[in-house]
């Protein structure tokens, strides 16, 4: 091998075996990807990314937080007494969503276990841009909207003490409780558009493709979007909850683009006038990348973007048929009103 | 050092999307703690419901609701109704409902009667149960 040619021509073949092949995707009968199946989108990367974390976690941060999230889980699942008291009158000090009367037991969660994967690197937050991982300020007016949204009249001030940190009005009638808390969209935008991950449960979606429509089916509280291909919006008078979604190839990547929202969705504190971009690409077999573009120039200064991957799963989904059994909300509604009357007295 | 900082802070940092406000929903002040047989559940959405008889100190008996998650991930690990039988004996620490007349509770502890907890949790899927029909599995019966 003294030939330094005859080096230069092994070395290169060796380069070139192994070299990843670019990923060539199953395709439909009409040559556009094949983007069917379902997918997971539990996880534990965050939309926005904490204070002090990297863009990208190493392979040891990732691998020390996945552990802790894990070990946390473990403890929640650990045995109790049998013969223990009830939990402290005045509220267990549980905070947020538990509203210092705690949730229930850690076994009916199914949460993700792993920080998402896009192109190699684990990522600390779904947003990418703003460069920080961070929801861009919404502008004056809007914040001076959503106060004004909130803080209606009320013929009751008892609601401002309560431990689930809502303001005065929240429950005088079921419209001014959350999309969600009423079985009409999945909460957290699980249904989006933009689709983001619950960190509950309930994190699957199904795609159903054919030439002239795509469905993305999203398991919590069971909403199904119909993405029209190659046609144009609705005129701006109707008017939809999830918007109105077209959609369109780009190369290999499926573009949804979706206008003509209600104003009672309010991603984030946007009006009406949200547009969103989404953008769907199978990177290998078991995965998709998603990657969405908000915009709303009278919420935010400029446009934001995310990205997180979606990965295939084997598991079913399960109807959802939020309405069955609702019992919270009328427990919710009927629970201000036993307020009311005990502040009377 | 800056990754034993930013643990708790990515941790802690974690958003959390329930499906309702459970302060609005239960009493804070109104601790409970329920001892008794499983009569009944409810495997629904958005929250599955065991029904617990409690016998109380006078003698007699009052049928308790208790408020769980989503039965759905459940199924996912191949629990279903059946996983908990009536006449299974249980305990339930949590606060019951703001409005008193009702006798529904949160169930933030649910364990058998030595405390070990209900449908542990899970990092991944188990055997689906065998009589129940995913969404994208059903498929029309046949004529």
Known sequence: ?345 | MKMLLAIPVLLGGLPLAAHHAFGGEFDANRPVLLRGKVVKTEWVNPHAWIHVEVTKTDGTKEVWMVEGGSPNSLLRRGLTKASLPEGTEIVVDGYQARDHTVLRANGRNVTFADGRKLFLGSSGPGEPPKDAVPTDQAKPPAR
């Not at chain 1, 990208?56 to 999230?69: D, F, I």
């Not at chain 1, 961070?134 to 013929?155: G, H």
């Not at chain 1, 509280?221 to 909850?241: E, F, G, Q, S, Y």
């Not at chain 1, 399960?318 to 069955?324: K, Q, S």
């Open chain 1, 1 to 345: 091998m003294r030939n330094p040619f005859i080096v230069f021509v092994l070395a290169a073949i060796t380069v070139a075996a192994q070299a990843p092949k670019p990923y060539t995707p199953p395709r439909m009968p009409d040559g556009h990807p094949d983007l069917q199946g379902t997918y997971d989108l539990a996880t534990l990367t965050p939309l926005e990314r904490p204070a002090g974390a990297s863009a990208v976690l190493s392979k040891e941060e990732a691998a020390k937080l996945e552990r802790a999230a894990a070990v946390a889980r473990e403890e929640g699942d650990k045995s109790i007494k049998g013969d223990r008291p009830a939990p402290p009158k005045g509220g267990d000090g549980s905070r947020g969503a538990a509203g210092n009367v705690g949730g229930y037991n850690t076994g009916w969660l199914d949460p993700g276990s792993t920080y998402t994967v896009v192109d190699g690197q684990k990522r600390s937050s779904i947003v990418i841009d703003p460069p920080n991982g961070r929801v861009p300020a919404a502008k004056p007016e809007a914040r001076r909207r959503a106060l004004s949204l909130i803080a209606r009249p009320t013929s009751d001030a008892q609601e401002s003490n309560d431990p689930g940190l809502e303001p005065p009005g929240s429950y005088d009638d079921p419209e001014r409780r959350p999309l969600g808390e009423r079985c009409l969209l999945g909460f957290g935008s699980t249904s989006g558009p933009p689709a983001l991950p619950d960190y509950f449960y309930n994190n699957l979606h199904q795609i159903v493709q054919t030439r002239d429509a795509v469905m993305i089916l999203t398991e919590m509280v069971h909403d199904v979007r119909v993405v029209r291909m190659n046609a144009r919006h609705l005129p701006k008078t109707i008017r939809k909850w999830m918007g109105d979604s077209v959609g369109r190839w780009e190369g290999d990547t499926l573009v949804v683009d979706t206008t003509n929202f209600t104003d009672k969705t309010r991603f984030h504190g946007s009006t009406e006038n949200l547009h969103v971009v989404e953008r769907f690409t199978r990177v290998d077999p078991k995965t998709l990348l998603y990657r969405f573009t908000i915009d709303d120039p009278d919420t935010w200064e400029k446009p934001w973007s995310g990205e997180y991957a979606w990965p295939a799963t084997d598991s079913h989904i399960y109807e959802y048929a939020c309405h069955e059994a609702n019992y919270a909300l009328s427990d919710i509604l009927h629970g201000a009103r036993v307020r009311e009357e005990e502040a009377k007295k």
